[in-house]
């Protein structure tokens, strides 16, 4: 029709712009003596003008085209097989249709529908992705027989990834695409599913199952250990402890076990409120067992939440040592003895703890750079450290990720000296501030700045008690501008107190401009020297995070080139890792999502008509529009068009020859 | 006298911006010697010291310093001419039309006289003012005479823009009552459909304290319109459009302008102005000469 019109439209008009004038818009200081005179046509029959008339028709005949609408149909061996009905069954897998009955209850209604449907059928199982399928298949006992077979996945269900891998298993040349979804519709899988199936020219067909014990919008009769971890109870001693959580609307009265080594330890009871959770918790020896595995004894509607499986081992320590000047003076080895009493009482209680291991430290010292050490601590620096040619290996240390905690000696500007001149961090000496009066006011520590990592932590009290902090002397210190330098730490007057290095590499050096001990500062005697210092150490990729890795099937752990998938929920090792895996807590809520709701985002099952009406309208998604290729043409013919006919100036020699 | 018309060709001055630069080279390169020496005599005004001659008057002879240097010298004084030359610019929109034969707006072809003008007035010891306008005014500077005021009128120029459409009466009105004693006025405007109206302004010019002088700055395309063969023609000042092909109009139009500045120059010469009508592409020394000539005699 389109074509029809435009070539109806096109003969005047070509006739019309064969003819045509263009005029451009010329500003004149006056019109006063100009006359309205006729424009000479330009439709003299010159081989030129042909050619113009020709890109014009050309013009015409690709806007006509344009408006057409033509699609390029690739030739598909699907839309040669003209197909009729296809069905696809889609049937969630997630862990929570293990309860309630729901895959067995979906496995008979499936025997039955398998029964009724006509045409093709094909499968698909989805988890957290899909786990299986089939695609649309004359064969139902093949179907039949996967679906028999088909067992829950322990990853969270994601219903978008098994509706959306569903439509693609349907043939294009299909005249009815019908797809039946089985699943719980828990709604914390389904509340994000959105797919208007009805606009793509499918029917769907929802199909609720495991619901036997629905009451209101949520299901019935299911007990969960929410939480479960393990912590050190003491000396010898580590506490088992969870969070038994009741979705039921009756209080339940049920018992809990801790199993460890292959026999139950312990068991309690318990009184869980109605919709609410209770605590439990185990006391065991510490270094009996490696883990356990805490269970409620009664059976519920979804036993794979009863279960969990917990680390009863403290992560390994963290370690540190000293380097000092072969011939301590007495300050340093109070420092250095205070030191290390005071990081290793640092951490959980000994869960989190650090472990002094003197001899990592001096394998480092001779150049061993495998020697395993997350914190070295440089007791008062002087010139043994350039002697000993040291920054080498202090800087490789720092490469690789490493942390270094440096006191000066004295005199002090030669530790400056020492720093500066090893290239480790470039500082200015200015003077040793609050050496001459012992009974003056002490410097105090200046406020955090509150976007500051250290004002997170240090706040109320605890910043009360840094702000207290009394320090008597310290070197005054200008750090060079450079990247990675910070003072994290200043006086009230704004000089350093704590001078940061963080390398690109993540390691980071930690020069205090004063000794720790008594005599210049009180920091190590406050409550918050420890936080201070494990603070300061925080966040650097040279003290490796202890505490267990916990995921939740279908995450995985990087470590190096190596990657752990956590499937099944248990304890596991990984590289020097231990690892929990459970089973994502989502599965465990016993809220369903309304059927109408489902509907709405999957779309209502009315087929509009025009999608129904016909194959042939399925068969227009596999042919390409050329709308956009005729749209560039028509413009770069028209682009041709205007250059061509614009006016040209009639040049001196043409004037000549026309005048002759 | 030799004039080089190379220095006054529009198509070099044009691309020079800084009138006090492009006013040195027209005037003291391509024309040397235009303008005669101060007149020196019995004025008010000192000017110079110069040893004394025989005959010179001994009232002239400055004794003080016949007493500390043991010569003598005279004292010479400047005339005081009382002469203001007004330099009056029209910047309507149409003047700045420029076609493609021309090398400069007609605006920037008056603003290269107007400086030209200004600095040999100026040079002259003549006060020299500025008054420039379209529907309204835009520049009015008063005639003073000093370097200083000649920069100022050089900025001045330098600032001028085409827009707007012109408003000659009104603006005429407020400068002829605003004119100080013995002035020569000169105008440069391009004088469209103001053949009739513009002799009735100038009447003043009939006063033997006034001279006028009037400079018709024009584009070739408007003597024999642009080299196209189908234009849409917009009017500069107006929304007026006009679509017609300029070869077959071409010959009317000539002659409806030659027939425009013939009734204009004889209106104009009814009240004692002069006239003169050149167009962008000529060489500014016609133009000079005839203002000299007014100004300072016949060279």
Redesign the interface.
Known sequence: MALWAFAALALPVLAHMAYRQVTNRYQFPSLRFIKPARIPRTGRKTPTDWLLLLARIMLFALLACLFADPHWKEPSPLNDTKIGRETVIALDLSPSMSGWDGLFEAKNRIDGLLEEIEGQVGYVGFCSGVLEEIAPTDQIELVRSAIAQSTTGYGTGNPQAGIDRAVKLFSLGAKERNLVVLSDFQRSDWQTTYRRLDEEGISVDLRSVGHSRKVGGKREGNLSLAEAKAAPAGLGKVRAWTVVRNSSNELVETSISIEAGGEIRREKQIVVPANGATQAQFILPEGDFASAILKLTDQDEFAEDNERHLWLKAPPPRRFGFWSSTNENKETIEEREFLKVAIESAGDNGWNRWLSVQENADGLRLGDLSSELDLLIVTGIGSWFADEKLEETMKAYLKGGGFVIVTPSEPFAASVSILRNSDLLDLDFVRVVGGAGATREPFRISALETSSHLAKTFSGKAARDLYLTGIYRYGLVRPAEAEGVYTPLQSTEGNPFVVQRISPEGGKLTFFPYRLNIRWTDLPMRNSFLPLLMELVRGSKGVVDRSWPRLESGETLVDGEETFRAEKPGTFRFRDRFVEVVLAPSESIAEVIEPSETRESLGTGFIPEKVIASGEDLEEEESKSLWLWFAIAAVILFIIENLWSKPRRTTVLEKETVNA | MPVDTELLDPVHLASIEDYSLLTRIVVDGALPGIHRSQRHGRGSEFFQYREYSTGDDLKLVDWKVYAKRGELVSKSFQEDTNLNCYLVLDTSA??G?QGSRSSCS?LRYACMLAACFAYIANRQGDRVGLFAYSDEAKAWLQPRSGSGHLNRIFTALAGLEAQGANDHRNNWDSLSSGLPGKSLVVFLS?F??AEEELPEHLRFATSSRYECLCLQTL?P??ID?????????????GT??????P???RE??KA??ND?LDRLKDNLALVNVEFESHTTDAHLGHALHRFLGMRYGSL
């Open positions: 149409s003047m039309y007609k391009d469209l459909e584009d395309d408007e319109l642009p080299d196209s063969e189908a234009l849409r023609f917009a009017e500069m000042e007026h459009e006009i679509s017609t092909s070869p077959a109009i009317d139009y409806g302008m425009f």
